[in-house]
């Protein structure tokens, strides 16, 4: 009996129905699912999205919904191996499974932990910082960002049925957005098991996650303004989408992760014999084999100094050739199958079109051992290596991606010529480049960025702990211009944002304060004639203000202090020289020593509920100070985010002015308040 691969739609479980298609095991070519279904009542899943899941996910802060994140990855961290048998039928290996549900699980644990650093307790981000509008500070602007109140439609590959989900999911979530999920049918078994753990979890309010096994119908039909798609896929199939008139017209938003013609180059210092060419041809082979080529990152063309080409074509085709071909589950296999029949015939279709720029010279697609399979049964291919022996000319090898395993090599003159040759793909995700020379380096990204998303450069001293060419990481941003479909995700906060709506706020400080829970200068201040330092984490409030008593600097204070600490810097210890200095009147005091002061000004000595000072922020010195000079404080409560069970993070504005009360200094101070006993 074949598997039932059901949809998740308002709450229920929706088995297959008319419409639903097969789905063959990669490596053995037999049919063993079915999914589908175009009854499936869409315009339903968008509503319940946006009157269940939606409002659900915005009455819970950042922070609890980092937590949520957390928890689901914690929950299918314990039952992953469940994962693990069901991806060996897409032809991934235990390593290649590891890389997406790993990876995937991964990707919700770094989102969960930058929700709880990176952003507030809340419900408003602040987008930088506050803009001074007026000349006295009573007008001031600020940009926050609130999430859509619409729903993410996710259109993923089939090559990493959780990892593509997981790593859209986790920013869509975290932003307080709904999501509707749509993977590939040929893999979607897999994502459906994964829904079905998230589900049964209960971690997500109802709503805020659905799924679709087989077409989405008439869904993007439905969509608006505060809707977003984010499709992962062909270019031919994201302009289908993109251009759509109702997509277009409505100005929904459509992020794009295309199929690129990644590249590699071997730096010109890399010669055979050093650490850097070695790891070239790993980095290489490892991209060529790994998920048999089947990844939006794999490096489809390898540029490699001319005088090193032979050098290059003989160590790689040596690796290629010993890489054993096999049944997914074999713990012997390196590479596995392709995930169908349809693919392997695509890519090599795609590899006749190249072969009329470029010589085959590793790889035969119609003679190569398969151990533990059915080789004429299964979807499986050799790694196949061309080379182009006059890439300026080509085109194909520079427009054409045959999405397995399968890369050309080509011959540079100089750099710059290389360079030229990354960028003739017209847009990547990402380019690597194999050097131990920074200069190298850096003349690439002025020659290469702006036609690439990534540029990941390796060499001795990071090849121990980097991760790999073809690797996207959550804390980096994923995706590239041209034909790798111009949107971005990932990133951290960044990918957060795109399912937000960035507003710029304009009004008073007290506005701006009440809007964003952070105190703005020139909003309300409330003093009290209990210390702030005895005060716990819930009895401090936004606006909380201490004045200090003045303190006079003298001269033996500068002269002590530059004796103390060693800093006898000629602004503060000579007459003659800090009188030319264009910024000073004559000797003035240090910096520190004023920091120093204050905190004598505003520090409640006996223990208390401040636990520990953990930094400064922000700090500006705006005014010299003289001898003779008095300073203050003004010390408010900026900011406070619960951090653990027993404390939270408060940020004081500490603002020093002078007897004058003009502003010497400012800065944030970062302490941690431990909770009421």
């Known amino acids: 009996m074949s598997l039932q691969i059901s ?53 819970m802060t950042f922070h609890q919904r980092a937590k949520m994140l957390k928890a689901a990855a914690l929950y299918l961290g314990q039952r992953k191996d469940e994962l693990y048998q069901l991806s060996y039928r897409t032809g991934a290996t235990l390593t290649d499974s590891k890389i997406d549900i790993d990876g995937g699980i991964g990707t919700l644990l770094v989102f969960a932990s930058k929700g709880r650093r990176e952003m507030p307790d809340g419900h408003v981000y602040l987008d930088g910082d506050v803009e001074q509008l007026s000349r006295s500070g009573s007008f001031v602007g600020q940009h926050v960002c609130t999430p859509l109140l619409g729903a993410a439609i996710h259109i993923n590959a089939f090559n990493f049925p959780v990892w593509g989900m997981l790593e859209k999911l986790a920013p869509t979530l975290l932003a307080g957005v709904p999501a509707i999920v749509k993977p590939a049918t040929a893999s ?16 997500l309010p109802e709503g805020a996650l659905q799924f679709i096994a087989g077409s989405t119908g008439e869904l993007l039909d439905q969509l608006d303004c505060q809707d977003v798609v984010s499709f992962t896929g062909s270019a031919d199939t994201a302009y289908m989408l993109r251009s759509s008139e109702h997509l277009v017209r409505n100005s929904v938003r459509f992020m794009a992760e295309q199929d690129s013609l990644n590249a590699s180059i071997l730096g010109p210092d890399a010669a055979p014999g050093t650490p850097e060419f070695d790891l070239f041809l790993k980095e290489v082979h490892r991209e060529m084999i790994t998920k048999a080529g089947q990844k939006c990152t794999a490096i489809r063309r ?12 003989e160590g790689l085709s040596q690796r290629l050739n010993k890489t054993v071909i096999g049944a997914p589950d074999l713990p012997t296999t390196r590479m596995g199958a392709l995930i169908s029949a349809a693919q392997k015939d695509d890519v090599l279709g795609k590899v006749a079109t190249l072969r009329a720029e470029a010589e085959l010279i590793c790889g035969n697609p119609d003679q190569f051992d398969v151990q533990g399979a059915d080789g004429a049964t299964g979807a499986f291919l050799p790694p196949m290596l061309l080379h182009c022996a006059n890439p300026d000319k080509a085109v194909r090898v520079h427009d054409t991606e045959a999405f397995g395993p399968v890369s050309t090599v080509m011959a540079y003159e100089d750099l710059d010529h290389a360079i030229s040759l990354a960028n003739k793909g017209e847009g990547s995700l990402v380019a ?53 479909g111009g949107g971005e995700e990932l990133g951290g906060v960044r990918g957060v944002k795109h399912y937000m709506q960035r507003t710029a706020i304009q009004g008073s400080p007290d506005i701006i304060t009440a809007i964003g829970n952070t105190w703005v200068p020139g909003s309300a201040e409330q003093t009290d004639t209990v210390h702030l330092f005895r005060r716990s984490f819930e009895e401090l409030q936004i606006g909380d203000t ?9 001269m033996q204070d500068i002269e002590h202090f530059a004796d103390f600490t060693g800093d006898s810097f000629y602004a503060h210890m000579d007459q003659a020289a800090a009188s030319r200095n264009p910024f000073f009147p004559g000797r003035v005091a240090h910096g520190y020593l004023l920091l120093s002061f204050a905190a004598g ?39 406070k985010t619960p951090r653990t069970d027993d404390y939270g993070e408060v940020i004081w504005h500490a603002a020093l002015t002078d007897q004058d009360d003009d502003q010497v200094a400012e800065y944030d101070l970062l302490t941690m308040v431990s909770y009421r006993k």
Not at 601 to 615: I, K, M, Q, R
Not at 624 to 637: D, F, N, Y
Request: charged share 20%.
């Open 7 to 59: 949809s998740y739609a308002c709450g229920e479980w929706i088995a297959p129905g008319a419409g639903a298609r097969s789905i063959a095991d990669a490596a053995t070519g037999h049919e063993f699912a079915i999914a589908g279904n175009d009854a499936l009542d869409v315009a339903g899943m968008r509503n319940h999205a946006r009157s269940k899941g939606g409002p659900a996910l915005r009455t």
């Open 188 to 203: 979607c078994y897999v994502t459906e098991a994964c829904v079905r753990m998230i589900v049964a979890s209960g971690l």
């Open 302 to 313: 390898i540029i490699a100094p001319k005088s090193h080409l032979d050098a290059v074509i």
């Open 432 to 484: 690597s480049v194999i050097t131990h020379d920074p200069a190298i380096a850096r003349q690439v990204v002025l020659g290469a960025g702006a036609f690439h998303g990534r540029l990941y450069f390796n060499n001795r001293t990071s090849m121990a702990e980097a991760t790999g060419h073809g690797a996207p990481m959550a804390n980096m941003v994923h995706g590239g211009p041209g034909r790798a």
């Open 546 to 554: 201490l004045y200090s008593p003045e303190r006079e600097v003298t």
């Open 601 to 639: 000004l505003f520090v409640e000595p006996d223990e208390g509920p401040v636990l520990a000072n953990t930094g400064l922020e922000n700090l500006r010195f705006q005014k010299p100070l003289e001898p003779g000079s008095k300073i203050k404080v003004r010390l408010t409560v900026k900011k």
